[in-house]
């Protein structure tokens, strides 16, 4: 079922401002047991080591820009690889914030 979110709260989660897309919300029947979904959706984030990564960890370079760096060789979140599902429809948003954090404060 289709479901919509106010922009503040997809703001507030830092969600994709570009996304037009149909949100959806969990439903229920007798084969999920009414939690709405069906199986198990894995999302998970991998950094690979990149050249230039290891060169900053070897320097002792802060987490910052570790992160800065890694985004630009091509790591994803794992929050961002939430949102990319709740846009293919496999989740809801709702899930993927329940089960992801956000940025540690002093990181």
């Not at 570009?18 to 984030?45: H, M, V, W």
């Not at 979140?77 to 540690?104: D, F, H, N």
């Given at each position: 079922?289709?479901?919509?979110?106010?922009?503040?709260?997809?703001r507030s989660v830092?969600?994709?401002a570009d996304y037009t897309g149909p949100f959806y919300e969990k439903g229920g029947c007798q084969a999920c047991r009414?939690?709405?979904?069906r199986g198990r959706l894995a999302i998970y984030e991998?950094?690979?080591?990149t050249a230039g990564l290891q060169e900053m960890v070897?320097?002792?370079r802060p987490y910052s820009a570790l992160k800065e760096q890694a985004i630009k060789d091509g790591f994803l979140?794992?929050?961002?690889?939430?949102y990319a599902k709740v846009m293919e429809g496999q989740t809801t948003?709702?899930?993927?914030?329940?089960v992801t954090t956000t940025e540690m404060e002093g990181t």
């Amino acid at each position: 079922m289709e479901t919509s979110y106010k922009p503040e709260y997809l703001r507030s989660v830092d969600f994709p401002a570009d996304y037009t897309g149909p949100f959806y919300e969990k439903g229920g029947c007798q084969a999920c047991r009414n939690s709405g979904y069906r199986g198990r959706l894995a999302i998970y984030e991998v950094c690979m080591l990149t050249a230039g990564l290891q060169e900053m960890v070897t320097a002792g370079r802060p987490y910052s820009a570790l992160k800065e760096q890694a985004i630009k060789d091509g790591f994803l979140p794992m929050r961002g690889y939430g949102y990319a599902k709740v846009m293919e429809g496999q989740t809801t948003l709702e899930e993927v914030v329940s089960v992801t954090t956000t940025e540690m404060e002093g990181t």
